[in-house]
């Protein structure tokens, strides 16, 4: 079909243009848009009635009037080329290149809305990936295919923590082909270079693909930025059969700009001001990770997100909880505290934690010793909050011994350093050390006959 | 704003009244009859505050020779009701990398700059590290974290002296409240009509730090030897060192040499004391 020129704009209003006396116009359709002065702006059809479109504009609508805008409807939906030659490439929000390299050119376009993964032939993931910080391996454990996002807020090190987890990840298997796509939505280009200057150090760049919407750059792109990388995952992970990592920040920001177009189509806002569909919207992405039956790839998520006002209880956190398989959650109290990574395990979760470790996998202690870990450090924070009160001097003195012990965890099991990759074993002992003020009738979590085989090994091995 | 790329210039553009002009945003938006996001402002707020920021860096300017021009922001951000929850706020936070909260409670103790210690912070701290070792000292990282983790502990403790009174808590933690104090009172607390106080160079500022945490260790050391935390509170160097901050920039160094004379002089009094006590 001849893609036709429409010179009807009704209206523009936000990012939005109100295009009259279309018939034709499909959900979702790709529009070109020329202003006055003949430049180009790329749009998509958000709304398709008889007789009216109404076009998304991924771009700045300043300067486009009425009269002399011409929308041209391109007859197929937002596609992306994919090829091998996108590793080591950083491309703008739209997909185009940012690094003064050449345009992607394939045979290969293929749809960025993705089909839904076949829930039969959808694989459990049970791989454990060793991310080499402690609080994830030891206590929630990342497997391939899994999404687990970073619940973090402003001012907090999530970058930090994000590309250390993108340098050290690694399966303990076997060395097969690993690559990163990287998604910014709406991140300063600090944070931006502060990336690309990681994954440069570590020599990961050339088999990173980095999609960059950078603050200053339309909000209206971010709708599309991260199913590009997505549909880019995807292609590397079921057609190069590659392990593929995606990080996806910042959710916020994508959820923002989603708002901002529904408040421009006046729909009934849902709680903040959000769309109703917001939830829908986001499992669109987010159930994009995965393995399939048969294919040998995966895709790994790691979303990223800032609470506004440090609450959780805030929609986007709130609804991307419900989505994913748990949480790592970056706590401001250990931050000030001067703890990296400040990850709060009991705030944090890994839902597939189970299918990741244990015999064969990592350890057979890693279950037990991971529950006494959790049960000692609650125990102890609560007695903190006592201690607050009464005195330490009041509390008894096995309260006073897990007061030392969640002081022992913070100290040596959460707080490491931005460059140190410890191996599950590393971890696991030293929890074991950490719980070496307890007597073993206090162990209650962990079988007595790992205590018998572990206790006394790690208290050997460990210079601690 | 531009004109600091141009000309090559290092600019720092102050913009008083973010709240103000959100505010005419949401009043702007509402006369459009825009669908609203939160609090009423328009859904498209934390972009236009992005932009904002975004404008902000430092670059080569375009030429035959290789100048930087660099514009820094500073934002304030007035909430009502000293909210900092609210959407102008969040949205601001998001986007920039450093925070001066200021606190009202610490301002009507007169307290200025009324700089919440606790709640701001700086993401420039680590990038910054290198500098402060080749410019200022090798330790003044080690201070910054020290320092930190005092009045962290003192906040902590405040809590408990609350309810039970400062002569209730052990001797080491009277010392670290103690400590603590002078830190708030002798070294943050500067007052902008003395012509001296007002503006601290950093060399003055490190010598002030390292002088307070010095007589913390001493203290501390002298705690664990059985001294109490009143007799070293009686101290006359303490005067003295809340004095620093009232001497001129060319007297400092010898100043604080005499400061940390007397303090050390003093210390070893009290250590004579306890041992013939004992």
Same mark, same amino acid.
């Given at each position: 079909?001849?893609?036709?020129s429409?010179?009807?704009?009704?209206?523009?209003?936000?990012?939005?243009?109100?295009?009259?006396?279309?018939?034709?116009?499909?959900?979702?359709?790709?529009?070109?848009?020329?202003?006055?002065?003949?430049?180009?702006?790329?749009?998509?059809?958000l709304? $398709?009635?008889?007789?009216?479109?109404?076009?998304?504009?991924?771009?700045?609508?300043?300067?486009?009037?009425?009269?002399?805008?011409?929308?041209?409807?391109?007859?197929?939906?937002?596609?992306? *080329?994919?090829?091998?030659?996108?590793?080591?490439?950083?491309?703008?929000?739209?997909?185009?290149?940012?690094?003064?390299?050449? =345009?992607?050119?394939?045979?290969?376009?293929?749809?960025?809305?993705?089909?839904a993964?076949?829930?039969?032939?959808?694989?459990?993931? $049970?791989?454990?990936?060793?991310?080499?910080?402690?609080?994830?391996?030891?206590?929630?454990?990342?497997?391939?295919g899994?999404k687990?996002?970073?619940?973090s807020g402003?001012?907090?090190?999530?970058?930090?923590?994000?590309?250390?987890?993108?340098?050290?990840?690694?399966?303990?298997?076997?060395?097969?082909?690993?690559?990163?796509?990287?998604?910014?939505?709406?991140?300063?280009?600090?944070?931006?270079?502060?990336?690309i200057?990681?994954?440069?150090?570590?020599?990961?760049?050339?088999?990173?693909?980095?999609? /960059?919407?950078l *603050?200053?750059d339309?909000?209206?792109?971010?709708? /599309?930025?991260?199913?590009?990388?997505?549909?880019?995952?995807?292609?590397?992970?079921?057609?190069? &059969?590659?392990?593929?990592?995606?990080?996806l920040?910042?959710? =916020?920001?994508?959820?923002?700009?989603?708002?901002?177009?529904?408040?421009?189509?006046?729909?009934?806002?849902?709680?903040?001001?959000?769309?109703?569909?917001?939830?829908?919207? /986001? $499992?669109?992405?987010?159930?994009?990770?995965?393995?399939?039956?048969g294919?040998?790839?995966?895709?790994?998520?790691?979303?990223?997100?800032?609470?506004?006002?440090d609450?959780?209880?805030?929609?986007?956190?709130?609804?991307?909880?419900?989505?994913?398989?748990?949480?790592?959650?970056?706590?401001?109290?250990?931050?000030?505290?001067?703890?990296?990574?400040?990850?709060?395990?009991?705030?944090?979760? $890994?839902?597939?934690?189970?299918?990741?470790?244990?015999?064969?996998?990592?350890?057979?202690?890693?279950?037990?010793?991971?529950?006494?870990?959790?049960?000692?450090?609650?125990?102890?924070?609560?007695?903190?909050?006592?201690?607050a009160?009464?005195?330490?001097?009041?509390?008894? &003195?096995?309260?006073?011994?897990?007061?030392?012990?969640?002081?022992?965890?913070?100290?040596?099991?959460?707080?490491?350093?931005?460059?140190?990759?410890?191996?599950?074993?590393?971890t696991?002992?030293?929890?074991?050390?950490?719980?070496?003020?307890?007597?073993?009738? &206090?162990?209650?979590?962990?079988?007595?006959?790992?205590?018998?085989?572990?206790?006394?090994?790690?208290? =050997?091995?460990? =210079?601690? | 704003?531009?004109?600091?790329?141009?000309?090559?210039?290092?600019?720092?553009?102050?913009?008083?009244?973010?709240?103000?002009w959100?505010?005419?945003?949401?009043?702007?938006?509402?006369?459009?009859e825009?669908?609203? !996001?939160?609090?009423?402002?328009?859904?498209?707020? !934390?972009?236009?505050?992005?932009?904002?920021?975004?404008r902000?860096?430092r670059?080569?300017?375009?030429?035959?020779?290789?100048?930087?021009?660099?514009?820094?922001?500073?934002?304030?951000?007035?909430?009502?009701?000293?909210?900092?929850?609210?959407?102008?706020?969040?949205?601001?936070?998001?986007?920039t990398?450093?925070?001066?909260?200021?606190d009202?409670?610490?301002?009507?103790?007169?307290?200025?700059?009324?700089?919440?210690w606790?709640?701001?912070?700086?993401?420039?701290?680590?990038?910054?590290?290198?500098?402060?070792?080749?410019?200022?000292?090798?330790?003044?990282?080690?201070?910054?974290?020290?320092?930190?983790?005092?009045?962290?502990?003192?906040?902590? %403790?405040?809590?408990i002296?609350?309810?039970?009174?400062?002569?209730?808590?052990?001797?080491?933690?009277?010392?670290?409240?103690?400590?603590?104090?002078?830190?708030?009172?002798?070294?943050?607390?500067?007052?902008?009509?003395?012509?001296?106080?007002?503006?601290?160079?950093?060399?003055?500022?490190? %010598?002030?730090?390292?002088?307070?945490?010095?007589?913390?260790?001493?203290?501390?050391?002298?705690?664990?030897?059985?001294?109490?935390?009143?007799?070293?509170?009686?101290?006359?160097?303490?005067?003295?060192?809340?004095?620093?901050?009232?001497?001129?920039?060319?007297?400092?160094?010898?100043?604080?040499?005499?400061?940390? !004379?007397?303090?050390?002089?003093?210390?070893?009094?009290?250590k004579?004391?306890?041992?013939?006590?004992?």
């Open positions: 079909m001849q893609p036709v429409h010179k009807t704009v009704n209206q523009v209003a936000g990012p939005l243009l109100f295009v009259d006396k279309v018939e034709n116009a499909a959900y979702g359709e790709m529009v070109e848009i020329t202003n006055a002065v003949g430049e180009r702006i790329r749009g998509q059809v709304d $398709s009635r008889a007789g009216l479109a109404i076009v998304q504009v991924f771009g700045s609508t300043m300067g486009l009037n009425v009269g002399q805008t011409s929308v041209r409807f391109l007859g197929e939906t937002a596609r992306i *080329s994919v090829s091998d030659e996108m590793l080591g490439r950083v491309f703008d929000g739209l997909g185009n290149p940012r690094d003064k390299g050449p =345009t992607i050119v394939s045979k290969q376009k293929v749809e960025i809305v993705g089909s993964m076949n829930p039969y032939s959808r694989e459990e993931p $049970s791989e454990f990936i060793q991310t080499g910080i402690s609080t994830i391996d030891g206590m929630n454990t990342l497997v391939r899994q687990l996002p970073i619940f402003s001012g907090l090190p999530h970058n930090a923590l994000a590309a250390q987890i993108a340098r050290q990840a690694k399966v303990l298997s076997a060395s097969e082909s690993f690559s990163v796509v990287f998604a910014a939505m709406g991140i300063t280009s600090e944070e931006a270079n502060y990336f200057r990681q994954f440069e150090e570590t020599g990961a760049l050339e088999r990173t693909v980095l999609f /960059l919407n *603050s200053s339309p909000s209206m792109e971010r709708i /599309l930025t991260p199913r590009l990388a997505l549909t880019t995952a995807e292609f590397l992970a079921y057609e190069r &059969e590659t392990h593929v990592l995606v990080i920040t910042d959710m =916020t920001n994508y959820c923002e700009a989603l708002r901002e177009i529904s408040a421009a189509r006046d729909e009934v806002p849902g709680r903040r001001g959000f769309p109703g569909y917001t939830y829908t919207d /986001l $499992s669109t992405l987010y159930e994009r990770a995965g393995k399939i039956k294919r040998k790839g995966s895709i790994t998520q790691i979303p990223i997100l800032t609470m506004p006002a609450d959780k209880t805030h929609p986007i956190p709130d609804l991307t909880g419900y989505i994913t398989e748990g949480q790592v959650y970056v706590s401001r109290d250990l931050d000030r505290g001067g703890v990296y990574p400040p990850i709060d395990v009991l705030e944090s979760l $890994s839902r597939l934690m189970n299918q990741g470790i244990g015999k064969g996998r990592t350890r057979e202690d890693h279950r037990g010793l991971a529950d006494q870990l959790y049960a000692c450090y609650a125990q102890g924070k609560d007695n903190r909050a006592l201690s009160i009464v005195g330490e001097e009041a509390l008894s &003195e096995t309260d006073r011994k897990f007061l030392k012990v969640a002081e022992r965890f913070e100290k040596m099991f959460v707080k490491q350093g931005i460059n140190e990759d410890r191996s599950i074993e590393q696991l002992d030293i929890g074991w050390d950490v719980i070496a003020p307890l007597s073993d009738s &206090e162990i209650k979590r962990i079988k007595p006959e790992m205590i018998e085989k572990y206790r006394r090994r790690a208290t =050997t091995t460990t =210079t601690r | 704003m531009r004109n600091g790329y141009l000309i090559a210039a290092s600019v720092v553009f102050v913009l008083a009244g973010t709240s103000r959100a505010e005419a945003l949401r009043e702007i938006s509402g006369r459009l825009e669908m609203p !996001g939160e609090e009423g402002y328009p859904a498209y707020l !934390g972009r236009r505050l992005a932009e904002f920021y975004e902000s860096g670059a080569v300017v375009l030429g035959p020779d290789e100048r930087t021009g660099s514009v820094s922001v500073v934002g304030a951000v007035s909430p009502p009701g000293g909210d900092f929850s609210e959407p102008v706020s969040q949205n601001t936070l998001r986007v990398r450093v925070f001066w909260a200021l009202a409670s610490l301002a009507a103790r007169r307290h200025f700059p009324s700089i919440n606790l709640n701001s912070y700086s993401l420039y701290t680590d990038d910054l590290r290198n500098w402060y070792v080749a410019n200022i000292a090798k330790d003044w990282p080690a201070f910054r974290s020290e320092a930190l983790e005092i009045l962290q502990k003192e906040a902590e %403790l405040q809590d002296v609350q309810l039970v009174g400062y002569d209730a808590l052990p001797e080491s933690e009277k010392g670290t409240m103690d400590v603590a104090k002078m830190i708030r009172e002798d070294y943050l607390q500067q007052s902008a009509y003395d012509p001296v106080d007002t503006y601290s160079s950093i060399r003055k500022q490190y %010598l002030m730090i390292k002088t307070i945490l010095d007589f913390g260790h001493m203290e501390a050391e002298a705690l664990k030897t059985g001294a109490t935390a009143t007799q070293v509170a009686a101290f006359p160097v303490k005067s003295k060192i809340s004095k620093i901050k009232w001497t001129p920039e060319e007297q400092v160094e010898a100043f604080i040499k005499e400061v940390e !004379g007397d303090m050390a002089q003093e210390f070893a009094g009290l004579q004391e306890i041992k013939v006590q004992q």
